[in-house]
Nanobody, 123 residues
C-alpha cells in the first residue's frame, strides 16, 4: 500500500533544531513532488516547504534561512531540517506527495498525506 510515515518530531527549546523524516512506500517515488505542511490548533494548514522531482525547492517566508527540505531518492525519504526554532513553529507537521512535477505550497495539489508528527517549541 502507498504510505507516508513521518518521524523526528519532539519538544525543544527556542533556538534548537529538529530533523523530520518522511519515509515513503508503495508507488510514491522520485518522480513525485513532495512537501511539508503544518497546522497548529485553531489555525489554517500552512505549506512550509516543497521539493519537486528535479530538486527545485520552495519555502514559506517565515522559515526561509532556517528550514531546509531535501530528499534521498535512493531511500525514498523526505527530510526537513529545522534550525533556530521559534515557538510559532509549534504545530503538527505533515508530509505530502503528489505525482505532479510542479513545486507547490498549496495543500490541494497533494493527494497523499502522512499521519503527522508533533513539533513543540518552548520559549
Amino acid at each position: 500500500q502507498t504510505q507516508l510515515v513521518e518521524s523526528g518530531g519532539g519538544s525543544v527549546q527556542a533556538g534548537g533544531s529538529l530533523r523530520l523524516s518522511c519515509a515513503a512506500s508503495g508507488y510514491i517515488n522520485r518522480r513525485y513532488s513532495m512537501a511539508w505542511f503544518r497546522q497548529a490548533p485553531g489555525k489554517k494548514r500552512e505549506g512550509v516547504a516543497a521539493i519537486d522531482s528535479a530538486g527545485t525547492t520552495s519555502y514559506t517566508d517565515s522559515v526561509k534561512g532556517r528550514f531546509t527540505i531535501s530528499r534521498d531518492n535512493a531511500q525514498n525519504t523526505l527530510y526537513l531540517q529545522m534550525n533556530s526554532l521559534k515557538p510559532e513553529d509549534t504545530a503538527m507537521y505533515y508530509c505530502a506527495a503528489d505525482p505532479g512535477r510542479k513545486v507547490s505550497l498549496y495543500g490541494f495539489e497533494y493527494n497523499h498525506w502522512g499521519q503527522g508528527t508533533q513539533v513543540t517549541v518552548s520559549s
